[in-house]
């Protein structure tokens, strides 16, 4: 039997900035207030190698950021750095690395039908510049890639969120050991999934 919708699972990473902006509860709640579960969370300072090995999860992450990136450079009529994309990605992660260990970050693990796809619209496109306003990068950051790429840094964007399903799994493995999710209801989930509504009226 495939599984239910509701037990789909993503990643959120509340990057140093997050931290540092004190929007924490902020970020928190937009994910909560729309009826996702948190399951796990936890606080800490990234090594390097974590975040390598995050951001490298997907054998093809390296390849798809540097077309993304030349891509981005050449739509603007700008040269990038380099016609590598390889080459292109490794300027990307290091500066990446710089940040994502910087400081604490918050991960957690939320939990409900289409937490993928959810948390991705809440949390707005990658470059805060274009994120839609209603959404966190939209209302909290305004970085750009030309700026962050003229001041020679990683783009504050203050949440990492899982890009797919099978990403999400990846990364949850990644971040979280087993015992460190928890299995338990929400009283919510009765009214937001159950097909019975029996045990409303009195
Ligand atoms: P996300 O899933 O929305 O975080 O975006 P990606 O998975 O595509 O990229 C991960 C991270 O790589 C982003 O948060 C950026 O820091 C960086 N990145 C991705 N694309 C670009 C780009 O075109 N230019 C630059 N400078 N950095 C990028
Ligand atoms: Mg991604």
Redesign the pocket.
């Known amino acids: 039997m495939s599984k239910h919708p509701s037990s789909e699972r993503t990643l959120v990473i509340i990057k140093p900035d997050g931290i540092q902006r004190s929007l924490i509860g902020e970020i928190i709640s937009r994910y909560e207030r729309i009826g996702l579960k948190l399951t796990a969370v936890k606080m800490l300072v990234p090594t390097a190698d974590m975040i390598e090995r995050h951001?490298t999860l997907d054998p093809e992450w390296r390849m798809k950021?540097g077309l993304?990136?030349i891509k981005?450079y050449t739509d603007k009529g700008l040269k990038p750095p380099s016609t590598d994309p390889l080459k292109v990605t490794e300027k990307?992660l290091k500066v990446?690395v710089k940040y994502m260990t910087s400081g604490p970050v918050v991960a957690m693990i939320w939990q409900g039908a289409h937490a993928v796809q959810i948390v991705r619209k809440i949390t707005g496109g990658?470059e805060p510049l274009t994120s839609d306003v209603g959404t966190i990068r939209g209302d909290y950051v305004l970085d750009s890639?030309s700026m962050?790429?003229a001041d020679g840094r990683?783009?504050r964007?203050v949440i990492?969120?899982s890009?797919s399903v099978n990403e999400a799994e990846d990364e949850i493995k990644h971040w979280f050991k087993e015992n460190e999710i928890n299995n338990y209801k929400i009283v919510s989930e009765q009214i937001i999934y159950n097909s019975d509504l029996d045990g409303i009226l009195e």
Do not use: E, M, Q
Request: hydrophobic content about 30%.
């Open positions: 951001y950021t993304k990136s981005g990307i990446l990658t890639y962050s790429d990683a783009i964007n990492h969120a890009g």
